[in-house]
Nanobody, 125 residues
Framework: QVHLVESGGGLVQAGGSLRLSCAAS????????IGWFRQAPGKERVFVAT????????DYIDSVKGRFTISRDNTKNTVYLQMNSLKPEDTAVYYC??????????????????WGQGTQVTVSS
């Protein structure tokens, strides 16, 4: 069992930065792949970024490449999403999710077993 809690959301002006954290409780956190998803108002939840257990596998949706960085600190059971050069279209509730890592990337919601409650990110123009 893994329990996830997101934090770090807030209101920021376009061009600004935020760092989201996903703190996990439970055993063997380092064996889990973590994904970040986001859901904008009136839209479906979509994939943003993923990181494998050993930091060897990282991938992003094209719209955030070069602006967002996903990382993890297994000693702290925490995954981070550093978001720079934020745009109004990044406004959404951001969720982190976890699943046992089996050596590939995971992009789909149903592939993840555990979910956090989400944190709101609002980017003003």
């Amino acid at each position: 069992q893994v329990h996830l809690v997101e934090s770090g959301g807030g209101l920021v002006q376009a061009g600004g930065s935020l760092r989201l954290s996903c703190a996990a409780s439970g055993r063997s956190f380092s064996n889990y792949a973590i994904g970040w998803f986001r859901q904008a108002p009136g839209k479906e939840r979509v994939f943003v970024a993923t990181i494998s257990w050993g930091n060897a596998g990282i991938d992003y949706i094209d719209s955030v490449k070069g602006r967002f960085t996903i990382s993890r600190d297994n000693t702290k059971n925490t995954v981070y999403l550093q978001m720079n050069s934020l745009k109004p279209e990044d406004t959404a509730v951001y969720y982190c999710a976890a699943r046992i890592n089996t050596g590939r990337y995971y992009y789909l919601q149903y592939e993840y077993t555990y979910w956090g409650q989400g944190t709101q990110v609002t980017v003003s123009s």
